[in-house]
């Protein structure tokens, strides 16, 4: 009876206190894929700290990874958290890209949304919605407007990516001086510093994943910090004040993004970043043209013109009209020119107050050559270098569109050249600060760069830029950036970009959206050591490799005409595409890629190797089982070397036919490639 007694009275005294434990462990709360393949769970511990982790095919790939934030002048996100009742819903549709890698898209998803609110004062709330798809998911935070939380003023946010298994990485350092300008690191996932995304894994097992971001609008863009072992956090790119993000409730974050594929070709053929973007916000945009430019710009990356005026000066109207006579006569669609306008001279890098954009240096007439290129069908590329000045530029900014859009000129190249850190940005109080390039400021400047071009109908190549998270689905007319090491760092680098930088830029840069890495060089000795460290074939294979809606033929135009025969891919090869289809690949050693022209029944093969020369059999279902075709192959030479024999280079045209049940053997040198047309009969 004591007994007994003693513990009923146990039992009382504990339940009222595990009836008042309103943060005790939650139940997981799941949402799967639409194949099954993909399992997210969202819970909260017995602190009230919410978590969630991800399985594939039923085993684990990201362990418990916290979500939350560090405030300013409240109390921070972490504690204290109590999971609503989920809301879910099934997606798949199809939408059409108006240029693209593709035409069509698929977006097939399963969305959990979950409230999360605190259980003591001030009771604020956030939700939690995750998308997940067969090849990876997003989730994103969306603020209510709610009276205990106003305005947002984030420190940090508090997000992990805890990987469940060892394995290694290519990532590229974080808030360094040279931007997103690194040559790609591959270390152990143990041995990751602070890195910019997207950063690719190869996991033991040889699961592939991407860590990235989609959708970044009036935020600070993030990089990961590893905090211990293979767990991850977000880092937010610092702002120009206390915060790195100061917003005003209602409001979304990015989608923080996982791709994952049980190969790097799976990373490569995922649409999830333009999926977790919104749709096209600009109605209309047939004025959008997918373009190949040639352009005043190698000569003055290998030192035989200048930017700034004088003797030496390469925007000329002598030689933009070259230029414009070389691009009708080859079936190019623009002319790039840089240099055109007055503030080069002296010290411009990281400066830019003495940048006009709509002056011009006396020896280019901006209104003649832009009629002139016109009435040969061609149309110049503006130019509007700012050298991170943001502040600078927006002072002019529509009267230098107005002026583009009055002569003519349909697109612009802009430029942001200065340290990280030192873009400079007008704030609130109306002074300018120093600025990161992917601070929540500069996200605002593109943005906003973007949509008064669209009202002109122009498109925008942003370099130097913020990192690409998709938005070109969203904004159609920002058509192009950089963001990476490019050509010109095999102009004048030291080194100068190695043989295995393209297949690292196809599985870890390129899975964020196009880049303008201008290829088709062909002169391979250069102001840097190293000089072009590339087989001619390679430098064809690349306009079918590194997806832009525009690309240059880069080199000096006597090259070109002084080598009529492997010119003519350039000429031929399309810019917008129907399909594309990553066959095989891996990260830093070699990628294959085919992709089938929107405007035409052709296909066109393009594959990359390192510095390993190899030989790959590709099979070529994915050519159109009821055709037939005439295969241009233009491949390395019996000889061919990046270092001895870049310029050994055979040209093949197969008239009998070819079939899609057949297979293609593909010889690559030590820094070589291969390129192929497939001409529908």
Not at 260 to 271: C, E, K, P, Q
Not at 424 to 439: F, I, M, P, S, T
Request: net charge negative; charged share 20%; proline share 5%.
């Amino acid at each position: 009876m004591v007994r007994r007694s003693w513990l009923l009275l146990l039992c009382l005294f504990a339940l009222p206190s595990m009836a008042a434990d309103p943060a005790a462990k939650a139940a997981p709360v799941t949402v799967s894929s639409p194949d099954g393949s993909l399992q997210v769970s969202l819970t909260t511990d017995n602190d009230g700290r919410p978590a969630y982790a991800v399985q594939r095919r039923g085993k684990p790939l990201i362990d418990d990874s916290r979500l939350g934030f560090i405030l300013l002048d409240a109390p921070k996100f972490e504690r204290n958290m109590r999971l609503g009742k989920p809301s879910t819903r099934k997606v798949d549709e199809k939408w059409e890209q108006p240029w693209g890698e593709r035409r069509f898209v698929r977006n097939h998803y399963n969305e959990l949304r979950v409230t999360l609110s605190e259980t003591i004062a001030p009771k604020r709330s956030f939700d939690v919605v995750f998308r997940v798809y067969d090849d990876g998911l997003g989730f994103r935070y969306e603020f209510p407007q709610q009276a205990a939380l106003p305005e947002v003023r984030i420190s940090q946010e508090l997000t992990e990516f805890n990987l469940a298994s060892d394995g290694s990485a290519w990532w590229i350092p974080a808030e360094q001086w040279n931007r997103a300008e690194y040559l790609y690191q591959h270390t152990p996932v143990q041995q990751v510093g602070d890195a910019q995304t997207p950063i690719t894994f190869k996991l033991d097992d040889g699961t592939h994943l991407s860590l990235h971001e989609a959708a970044l609008v009036d935020y600070a863009g993030m990089n990961l910090t590893r905090i211990e072992d293979r767990r991850f956090r977000a880092l937010l790119t610092p702002g120009i004040g206390d915060g790195k993000v100061i917003r005003q409730a209602p409001f979304n974050t990015p989608w923080r993004t996982l791709m994952v594929a049980d190969d790097a070709a799976g990373l490569a053929n995922s649409s999830l970043i333009l999926n977790l973007n919104e749709p096209n916000a600009l109605g209309d945009v047939s004025w959008v043209k997918p373009m190949k430019y040639v352009g005043v710009w190698w000569e003055m990356h290998l030192d035989q013109k200048t930017w700034a005026s004088g003797p030496r000066h390469g925007a000329t109207n002598e030689n933009v009209m070259k230029h414009i006579d070389f691009a009708a006569a080859n079936g190019f669609d623009g002319v790039l020119v840089e240099g055109w306008n007055v503030g080069w001279d002296g010290d411009w890098f990281g400066n830019g107050e003495d940048f006009s954009f709509t002056e011009s240096y006396p020896d280019f007439d901006l209104e003649k050559l832009s009629a002139y290129a016109i009435s040969k069908g061609v149309r110049l590329i503006g130019h509007h270098e700012t050298s991170g000045n943001a502040a600078h530029y927006e002072t002019q900014l529509e009267a230098a569109l107005d002026l583009y859009q009055r002569v003519g000129v349909t697109s612009v190249k802009t430029g942001y050249v200065a340290d990280a850190g030192q873009a400079k940005v007008r704030g609130l109080d109306g002074q300018v600060h120093y600025a990161w390039h992917e601070g929540q400021d500069m996200a605002r400047h593109h943005l906003k760069v973007v949509t008064e071009a669209a009202k002109r109908h122009i498109a925008i190549n942003a370099h130097e830029p913020i990192k690409d998270t998709g938005l070109r689905r969203t904004y159609p007319n920002w058509i192009a950036r950089e963001g990476a090491r490019g050509m010109e760092y095999s102009a004048w680098g030291q080194p100068g970009n190695p043989p295995e930088h393209e297949a690292n830029l196809v599985f870890t840069r390129l899975l964020a959206g196009p880049m303008d890495y201008t290829p088709g060089i062909f002169g391979m000795k250069t102001r840097s050591p190293t000089g072009v460290a590339s087989t001619w074939a390679k430098q064809l294979a690349l306009y079918v490799v590194i997806y832009s809606p525009l690309q240059m033929a880069a080199d000096l135009l006597e090259n070109y005409e002084a080598n009529p025969a492997p010119f003519q891919f350039i000429k031929d090869v399309p810019v917008d595409w129907e399909q594309s289809r990553v066959l095989a690949g891996e990260v830093g050693e070699y990628a294959s890629i085919a992709r089938k022209d929107r405007n035409s029944d052709d296909w066109y093969l393009g594959a990359i190797s390192n510095q390993q020369a190899r030989t790959l059999q590709v099979p070529l279902s994915f050519l159109d089982p009821d055709r037939r075709y005439i295969a241009q192959i233009y491949q390395d030479g019996a000889n061919a070397h990046w270092q001895t024999a870049p310029q050994d280079i055979q040209i093949e045209t197969r008239e009998a036919a070819v079939l899609h049940d057949q297979t293609l053997s593909l010889h690559m040198a030590a820094g070589g490639g291969t390129a192929v047309r497939f001409i529908a009969q």
